[in-house]
């Protein structure tokens, strides 16, 4: 898995007490289709409008919510780009933590942030 300087370092690498090491070997991902390559490229460009645009008015990243752990997971812009450049590359995600303590008020959903472009490019009236 190549590095990216952006992510924070794995607290466990090169610890031969890892707890990951007695995990199994995952089976190697998929290659994607060309749709998912295509699609996975459009998300990235907006990820980086939308760092472009809503960081300076103070939104961080965007949140999901997760129907296992019935729980919103907040993602930085930079988090976002990372993990689908891993994608694309054929590589899991790296492995991070959100902010210990992240400020919802500072996330929004990725609709959010369409309509939020959409609403810039409307024409005005």
């Known amino acids: 898995m190549n590095f990216d300087w952006q992510m924070p370092r794995d607290p466990f690498a090169d610890d031969p007490n890892d707890p990951?090491?007695?995990l199994e070997d995952e089976e190697p991902l998929p290659p994607l289709t060309d749709e998912e390559r295509v699609q996975?490229?459009?998300?990235?460009k907006l990820v980086a409008e939308f760092?472009?645009?809503?960081?300076?008015?103070?939104?961080?990243?965007?949140f999901?919510?997760?129907?296992?752990?019935?729980?919103?997971h907040y993602y930085d812009w930079d988090i976002m780009a990372a993990n689908m450049r891993s994608t694309l590359a054929?590589?899991?995600?790296?492995?991070?933590e959100p902010s210990a303590e992240p400020r919802p008020e500072a996330?929004?959903?990725?609709?959010?942030?369409?309509?939020?472009?959409?609403?810039?490019?409307?024409p005005r009236f």
């Open 107 to 122: 996330y929004v959903p990725w609709d959010y942030c369409l309509g939020y472009l959409d609403g810039l490019e409307a």
């Open 90 to 96: 054929g590589e899991l995600s790296p492995v991070h």
């Open 64 to 72: 999901f919510y997760c129907e296992d752990c019935q729980e919103n």
């Open 20 to 22: 990951a090491s007695f």
């Open 51 to 62: 760092k472009r645009v809503l960081y300076p008015r103070g939104i961080m990243g965007v």
């Open 40 to 44: 996975i490229e459009q998300d990235l």
